[in-house]
T-cell receptor, first 113, second 113 residues
Framework: DAGITQSPRHKVTETGTPVTLRCHQTENHRYMYWYRQDPGHGLRLIHYSYGVKDTDKGEVSDGYSVSRSKTEDFLLTLESATSSQTSVYFC????????????FGSGTRLTVV | DQQVKQNSPSLSVQEGRISILNCDYTNSMFDYFLWYKKYPAEGPTFLISISSIKDKNEDGRFTVFLNKSAKHLSLHIVPSQPGDSAVYFCAAFFSGSARQLTFGSGTQLTVLP
């Protein structure tokens, strides 16, 4: 689907453990984003990247870090998972030169127990 | 403070009739507005968009209307079909940013056969 994949698709982890989610794109897009979806909140931006090693915080960045060492990969790390981070996480890429072309991955459902 | 609001969590309409989904925003800097559709266990998919220099954009059965003075936009689906049943998210961004989207909380549309 437009060259964007997320892994894993599902994960259950214990409170206090670190977790890394991966977003991989095959089309060399500059902008990549991590969102979380929660009932009643829609999608909220966690972090985004505008190039290799160029990242910035979004609305709900506390407890999360990101890395982008290669154009194609954008990693989201929960440093010490908490139950409030149980959510569905979506990665998105933006087509440059196009104001409307955001493509989302299929999501990762994370449960913290 | 939610900058993009969808005040109706759900909407049911009969097949063949018009569906009208509403969205309000508070940030005057937003100059692009988008609608996304989301099915369960899938990522959001882009539906239609409008820039702030227009007040209407049409694509097949979907039309988006923008009222800048009221900071309000709406999505019209005519005629509604059962396959349109999904969660619809309104989103916005301003072109001076890194194009990160701000989403509303979503409206679950159910089209009854």
């Amino acid at each position: 689907d437009a060259g964007i994949t997320q892994s894993p698709r599902h994960k259950v982890t214990e409170t206090g453990t670190p977790v890394t989610l991966r977003c991989h794109q095959t089309e060399n897009h500059r902008y990549m984003y991590w969102y979380r979806q929660d009932p009643g909140h829609g999608l909220r931006l966690i972090h985004y990247s505008y190039g290799v090693k160029d990242t910035d915080k979004g609305e709900v960045s506390d407890g999360y870090s990101v890395s982008r060492s290669k154009t194609e990969d954008f990693l989201l790390t929960l440093e010490s998972a908490t139950s409030s981070q149980t959510s569905v996480y979506f990665c998105a890429i933006k087509f440059e030169g196009d104001n409307y072309g955001y493509t989302f991955g299929s999501g990762t459902r994370l449960t913290v127990v | 403070d939610q900058q993009v609001k969808q005040n109706s969590p759900s909407l049911s309409v009969q097949e063949g009739r018009i569906s009208i989904l509403n969205c309000d925003y508070t940030n005057s800097m937003f100059d692009y507005f988008l609608w996304y559709k989301k099915y369960p266990a899938e990522g959001p998919t882009f539906l239609i968009s409008i820039s702030s220099i227009k007040d209407k954009n049409e694509d097949g059965r979907f039309t988006v209307f923008l009222n800048k003075s009221a900071k309000h936009l709406s999505l019209h689906i005519v005629p509604s079909q059962p396959g349109d049943s999904a969660v619809y998210f309104c989103a916005a961004f301003f072109s001076g940013s890194a194009r990160q989207l701000t989403f509303g909380s979503g409206t679950q549309l159910t089209v009854l056969p």
